[in-house]
């Protein structure tokens, strides 16, 4: 008999198991069902030894003092600005949108000033935005929008900018200054060994109060062990039997390219294949980007290699990386959730069981606050 059975040895999931086991006590089962820990920030070496990001590269960053003190017991951190850029009209521009982007854009220098009267005079003014589209016409106006967004949405989501809720072009920042960052965050950072060895330490944490199972999905293990509370990471769709109808996630697959330094040698480069750590690709090509993680990880190694995104339907048998904000299933997922709160002793968490376009801060930051507010203040007892 277990205290509690955790679906999900994704970031949600292992932080909650870590606060039940050392601050609780309680006994917990953590569950997966693919062979490895850590969800979609799982990390691992290529055939050369290159750390690589598996499921598309997590650059962390944050604001919250909370999920940075939390992570930061289990790991050290390698401090990063991330760089990006966007490959579009045969060239490389600066990116996101920022004074240097404009500067490239009528081919000399130019100011804040003069950048944001030209954007003021292209802006539109749609009231609050209500999709993707307006947000973006609103802050950056018809041209860039057309140039840096439009064709790279379609491509990720399959669904054109108007239908998506504004909050997914709007995690793009525009800036009218030189700082040429991806993000805006105060703590920009990588884990210094990567995100396996963080989560390992954490289930190390736990000692004998945690059992860990891979390979193995809810479905089976539901009847299998006896538990008090169930937290559920999984789609939270999947849960309910898909009673109300599927939600929608979007899937991807990944295209690993890994070079040795001796196929580096040959295409006349050394140590790196791409200048940046990630190129989008918003006009041409089937792929949305291609990442060169080392560039972040900072791995001391001659070898290296590049990660391509393409964006596919979430058919069966394929993992479920993003919800699609699209109001349809917005409403859907507000039924689920009228079901999910008459269930007794079970906790909804994380990106998928939220239906929610959560980043690792935000993951780590709301389990953080559902231990604190919910266990650790008693409202859910012990099971056993
Ligand atoms: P997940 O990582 O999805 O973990 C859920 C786990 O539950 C999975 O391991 C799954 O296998 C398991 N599971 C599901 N159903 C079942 C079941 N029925 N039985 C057993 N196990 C089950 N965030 C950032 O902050 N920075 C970034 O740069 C960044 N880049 C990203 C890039 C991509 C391509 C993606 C997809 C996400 C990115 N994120 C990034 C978001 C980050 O991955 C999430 O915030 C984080 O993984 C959320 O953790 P989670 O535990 O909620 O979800
Ligand atoms: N986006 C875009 N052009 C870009 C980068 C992003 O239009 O060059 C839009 C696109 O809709 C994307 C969203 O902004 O899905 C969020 O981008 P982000 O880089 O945060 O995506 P993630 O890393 O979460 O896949």
Redesign the pocket.
Known sequence: MYDALV???????LVMAERLCTQLGWKCLL????EHIG???YDAPDANGVLTHL???????SNYPEAIAYLSAFTTWREIRYRVSSFTDGRHWSFPINLRTFEQLIGRESSPEEFRGWLDRRRMSFGEPQNSEEAMLASVGPELYEKFFKGYTQKQWNKHPRDLHPSVCRRIPIRTTRDEAYFDDSFQAMPQEGYTALFQRMLQACGNNLDLRLG????EARNRFAYGHLIY???ID?YFGTGLGRLEYRS?RFELESYSSRDLARLGRQGFRQPYLQVNYPNSQPYTRIVEIKHATGQDTPHTNLMR?YPQECAPGREP??PVLTPPNLALYQKYLGLAAKERGVTF????ATYTY??????VERALRVFQGKFAAGVYGAGR
């Open positions: 679906v999900g040895a994704g970031l949600s999931g569950i997966d069902r693919r969800g979609n920030c499921y598309g590269p997590h650059y962390f960053r193995l999905d809810f479905s990471t999984g789609p999947e991807l995104e990386y993003y968490l994380g990106r998928l959560l980043n690792m801060d935000q993951a």
